[in-house]
């Protein structure tokens, strides 16, 4: 894992100019792209977040295609070679929580496999299987992982794929260990001592990841989205999907949202209000989600407190949605900051919440050096 001292070491033997390899994560509509630079804490090299000109398996089915979309991104955006590290789509990757038992003169490696063989009722060699201790020790003997499993074909396939692309995959990972690295190194030392929780918001699916310190202690996916949020409000506003996500930049989902300047000449208060009544319903299931999650990482950390909520992904690109999440949370929730970027000293920092996952991913090649 990652450190910032570790980082600060290895800048300080002149390697401050090394890239990362490059962070690449196939969300569900788009690409998010991120190079690292060493520095303390590392900066972007060169960052992307580009709509598929087709859906993503179609995409990813097409060398041809995928090769010269990703050639005319990394063109456009200044990345440099074609070392990557990658992570799988969420969908291809199934995340257990499993409570076991290690007897004497067992691993803990042989007692998940056997149980993991019950569980899923086929042979195990057709699946490529890792998993992480969140619980070694109990009174009751009782320990806790989370297990990852994912169809050995699927993998392979992948793989392929982005072979014929031309990239090199240095490192293929899932999403959840990219934002633990991303935490580790980039949330102040007063957030990460606490459990943080990070709420990754995807077209019609959420995906909720607890870190404590570097230990992952909790992942699970809840039924909330951009895509099924604005398709609820396009359907009570008569509205296309556009249009809708227009009123929603306008006038945001929360009195507090710095919201652009509504234009002259269009009053759409009666839209606005529309959406609030539908979204806040949402985020409240949500925020059901997210307490349910905190009484987890409570008990599994005798009582330590969530210190932050980050939230990221299409939503929390919407003026307000962190602020209505913390209001009715009740407690403090923010967009994931900007990294410093090398390739724009004289801008305005914007917040980055699409490249969490891709940064985290990219810096797993500076864990390995």
């Known amino acids: 894992m990652a450190s910032l001292a570790g980082l600060r070491s290895v800048a300080q033997r002149g390697l401050r100019t090394r890239l990362s390899p490059i962070g690449l994560e196939f969300a569900e509509d788009r690409l998010n792209a991120a190079q690292l630079a060493y520095g303390e804490p590392p900066v972007l090299r060169a960052h992307a977040s580009v709509s598929y000109p087709v859906a993503r398996p179609e995409l990813l089915g097409s060398p041809a295609a995928l090769k010269g979309f990703l050639k005319q991104v990394f063109k456009t955006h200044g990345f440099s070679g074609r070392k990557v590290v990658t992570t799988l789509p969420s969908e291809d990757v199934r995340v257990l929580s499993v409570t076991y038992q290690v007897r004497q003169g067992q691993s803990d490696d042989f007692a998940i496999a056997k149980l993991m063989e019950d569980r899923v009722g086929e042979d195990l060699s057709q699946f490529v299987i890792d998993y992480m ?40 990972e899932v999403n959840l260990v990219s934002i633990r690295r991303w935490i580790s190194t980039f949330v102040s030392a007063d957030d990460a001592s606490q459990n943080v929780l990070v709420v990754n918001t995807g077209e019609n699916k959420t995906q909720l990841t607890m870190v404590s310190g570097q230990r992952l202690l909790f992942e699970q996916q809840v039924d909330f989205g951009e895509g099924s949020l604005l398709a609820q409000i396009s359907v009570a506003l008569d509205a296309s999907r556009e249009v809708t996500r227009e009123i929603v930049f306008r006038r945001g989902v929360h009195p507090t949202a710095d919201a652009p300047a509504a234009v002259e000449g269009i009053d759409d208060t009666a839209s606005s209000n529309m959406v609030l009544t539908i979204v806040r319903p949402q985020f409240s299931n949500l925020v059901a989600e997210v307490r349910r999650a905190i009484l987890f990482a409570s008990s599994e950390t005798r009582g330590g407190s969530v210190g932050h909520v980050y939230l990221m992904g299409g939503v929390a690109q919407w003026p307000g949605a962190a602020e209505l999440l913390a209001s009715l949370a009740q407690m403090p929730v923010s967009i994931p900051g900007p990294l410093i970027d090398t390739t724009n000293l004289g801008g305005e920092a914007q917040p980055a919440p699409e490249l969490v996952i891709a940064s985290g991913l990219a810096l797993r090649g500076f864990a390995d050096a």
């Not at 806790?144 to 240095?170: H, N, P, S, W």
Request: aromatic letters at 2%; proline letters at 2%; one cysteine or more.
């Open 133 to 172: 201790p969140i619980r070694t020790d109990s009174r009751d003997g009782d320990r806790l992982a989370m297990v990852l499993l994912c169809e050995r074909g699927t993998v392979i396939t992948y793989l392929e794929q982005l072979r014929k692309a031309g990239l090199e995959v240095d490192s293929l």
